[in-house]
């Protein structure tokens, strides 16, 4: 963090910068600039400078099945999320519809996914805001409990994945038409106990995070997810949005587009031209009634009232999804019958597939296009970051008149503790960046 100038409550008025070098307790390296003149806040800037990595550059010539493995390399954190947009993209193309066994494999597996990366985010990176503390390990200190029953959590979804993807990191068994190898039912069934504690671990999370003292913030959202007919949405559906708009993925890039901002190597989208939230408040706002009635029945039992409007609330979401996943998770288990083989039949064919599916911090969209023999020939990736960037920084434009009689030190802080509500990928985001070259 630096300090362009301190600024106490007698000079609000005149010009003032905000400068954050480093925004900490996030998933790759941005920075925020915020400009004050007259006591009015004049331009924010979410700055992404992670080295674009060009992985839809990559990605073209290569074979569609090396696809999966690639774009896993994209995130440590939601490596699933790439794998599936990918998978149901390249199936899309090949006329496969994976169902059944197979289908709840993938679903457990997005479980799995969806635990771990919500337990780091509640106890690791956003708890330490409520209970004022500068890092997770300075939190283990006073409450080593409750970062133990975070650490479990999240090691229970890294065991799911693990199963089911070779590692919990980075899997290796995801293929087009299913997996190379699926698990027989006694091995699902040896992670049953650990998820049996980990469901009651979530119901505490969920009434310890409504303990938590929020600030009083609601902005008026429009909140993106994807709504599907009778499940709570993890790799299938409609993309709805809370103004009503309801469309296939297919749809997608007639109302989504991506740009580039001068400050930023990481690209922006926007709906209809405007900021939009994509994530767990979104999910849980447009799709509470698909909960089933165990995790119904916590809310009730904590108050919660949805919607929830509040970014700082996010947390709360996170947890609520995790108690969901864990739920999911161990009805898959109950109900599984390992399928005659691991994977479909592919026959390979020219075309162009999209697809869209529910990373942890929000919808992640993928278009392929294939040709005869199976080389990708065009890849588009969207990233849920590179989706809330503006949101994000409509938030704490928002946001900042209340911070204007603080130090720049302090009014530092409260901008990481909102932009940390967005558990921003920053890494994932900076896939992209458009070169001109101006010659004379």
Same mark, same amino acid.
Request: hydrophobic share 40%.
């Given at each position: 963090?630096?300090?362009?100038?301190?600024?106490?409550?007698?000079?609000?008025?005149?010009?003032?910068?905000?400068?954050?070098?480093?925004?900490?307790?996030?998933? %790759?390296?941005?920075?925020?600039? &915020?400009? $004050? =003149?007259? #006591?009015?806040?004049?331009? !924010?800037?979410? +700055?992404?400078?992670?080295?674009?990595?060009?992985?839809?550059?990559?990605?073209?010539?290569?074979?569609?099945?090396?696809?999966?493995?690639?774009?896993?390399?994209?995130?440590?954190?939601?490596?699933?999320?790439?794998?599936?947009?990918?998978?149901?993209?390249?199936?899309?193309?090949?006329?496969?519809?994976?169902?059944?066994?197979?289908?709840?494999?993938?679903?457990?597996?997005?479980?799995?996914?969806?635990?771990?990366?919500?337990?780091?985010?509640?106890?690791?990176?956003?708890?330490?805001?409520?209970?004022?503390?500068?890092?997770?390990?300075?939190?283990?200190?006073?409450?080593?409990?409750?970062?133990?029953?975070?650490?479990?959590?999240?090691?229970?979804?890294?065991?799911?994945?693990?199963?089911?993807? %070779?590692?919990?990191?980075?899997? &290796?068994? $995801? =293929?087009? #038409?299913?997996?190379?190898? !699926?698990?027989? +039912?006694?091995?699902?069934?040896?992670?049953?106990?650990?998820?049996?504690?980990?469901?009651?671990?979530?119901?505490?999370?969920?009434?310890?995070?409504?303990?938590?003292?929020?600030?009083?913030?609601?902005?008026?959202?429009?909140?993106?997810?994807?709504?599907?007919?009778?499940?709570?949405?993890?790799?299938?559906?409609?993309?709805?949005?809370?103004?009503?708009?309801?469309?296939?993925?297919?749809?997608?890039?007639?109302?989504?587009?991506?740009?580039?901002?001068?400050?930023?190597?990481?690209?922006?989208?926007?709906?209809?031209?405007?900021?939009?939230?994509?994530?767990?408040?979104?999910?849980?706002?447009?799709?509470?009634?698909?909960?089933?009635?165990?995790?119904?029945?916590?809310?009730?039992?904590?108050?919660?009232?949805?919607?929830?409007?509040?970014?700082?609330?996010?947390?709360?979401?996170?947890? !609520?999804?995790?108690?969901?996943?864990?739920?999911?998770?161990?009805?898959?288990?109950?109900?599984?019958?390992?399928?005659?083989?691991?994977?479909?039949?592919?026959?390979?064919?020219?075309?162009?597939?999209?697809?869209?599916?529910?990373?942890?911090?929000?919808?992640?969209?993928?278009?392929?296009?294939?040709?005869?023999?199976?080389?990708?020939?065009?890849?588009?990736?969207?990233?849920?970051?590179?989706?809330?960037?503006?949101?994000?920084?409509?938030?704490?434009?928002?946001?900042?008149?209340?911070?204007?009689?603080?130090?720049?030190?302090?009014?530092?802080?409260?901008?990481?503790?909102?932009?940390?509500?967005?558990?921003?990928?920053?890494?994932?985001?900076?896939?992209?960046?458009?070169?001109?070259?101006?010659?004379?």
């Amino acid at each position: 963090m630096t300090e362009e100038r301190r600024t106490g409550p007698e000079e609000v008025k005149q010009a003032r910068t905000i400068a954050i070098g480093t925004i900490a307790r996030v998933e %790759g390296e941005g920075a925020l600039r &915020v400009t $004050v =003149k007259d #006591g009015a806040v004049r331009d !924010v800037e979410l +700055r992404i400078f992670e080295p674009p990595r060009f992985f839809e550059a990559f990605l073209v010539g290569r074979h569609y099945s090396e696809v999966p493995d690639i774009v896993a390399r994209i995130c440590g954190i939601c490596p699933v999320a790439y794998q599936m947009s990918a998978v149901h993209a390249i199936e899309q193309i090949f006329g496969l519809r994976v169902e059944g066994a197979l289908r709840d494999l993938r679903r457990l597996l997005y479980c799995g996914e969806w635990i771990e990366s919500h337990a780091l985010h509640v106890y690791m990176l956003q708890a330490p805001d409520f209970l004022g503390y500068d890092s997770g390990i300075a939190m283990a200190k006073d409450h080593p409990a409750l970062v133990t029953r975070g650490l479990r959590l999240k090691k229970a979804g890294n065991a799911i994945m693990t199963l089911l993807g %070779g590692r919990s990191v980075h899997p &290796v068994s $995801v =293929k087009v #038409g299913g997996f190379s190898r !699926v698990p027989g +039912r006694r091995e699902l069934e040896g992670l049953t106990a650990e998820l049996l504690w980990a469901r009651d671990a979530a119901v505490d999370t969920i009434r310890w995070a409504a303990t938590f003292e929020y600030p009083d913030f609601t902005p008026d959202y429009t909140y993106v997810a994807l709504r599907h007919h009778d499940e709570y949405p993890f790799n299938e559906g409609s993309l709805e949005t809370s103004n009503g708009l309801s469309i296939s993925v297919e749809e997608f890039e007639q109302h989504f587009t991506e740009r580039q901002v001068p400050y930023s190597t990481a690209l922006q989208c926007t709906f209809q031209g405007m900021p939009y939230l994509v994530g767990p408040l979104a999910r849980v706002n447009l799709n509470h009634d698909r909960l089933p009635s165990p995790v119904k029945q916590v809310l009730a039992d904590t108050g919660v009232q949805l919607p929830l409007r509040n970014p700082f609330h996010g947390i709360i979401a996170r947890s !609520v999804e995790m108690l969901y996943a864990l739920e999911e998770s161990l009805r898959l288990i109950q109900r599984y019958a390992p399928p005659p083989a691991p994977a479909l039949a592919v026959t390979v064919r020219s075309g162009t597939g999209t697809a869209c599916t529910e990373a942890p911090r929000g919808i992640l969209y993928h278009r392929y296009r294939v040709d005869d023999e199976g080389i990708v020939r065009e890849a588009k990736i969207v990233p849920p970051t590179s989706q809330n960037q503006g949101r994000i920084e409509q938030d704490l434009r928002q946001f900042m008149p209340r911070l204007l009689n603080l130090s720049n030190e302090a009014a530092s802080l409260a901008c990481e503790r909102v932009i940390r509500c967005y558990d921003p990928c920053i890494s994932c985001a900076t896939h992209f960046l458009r070169l001109e070259i101006e010659r004379e």
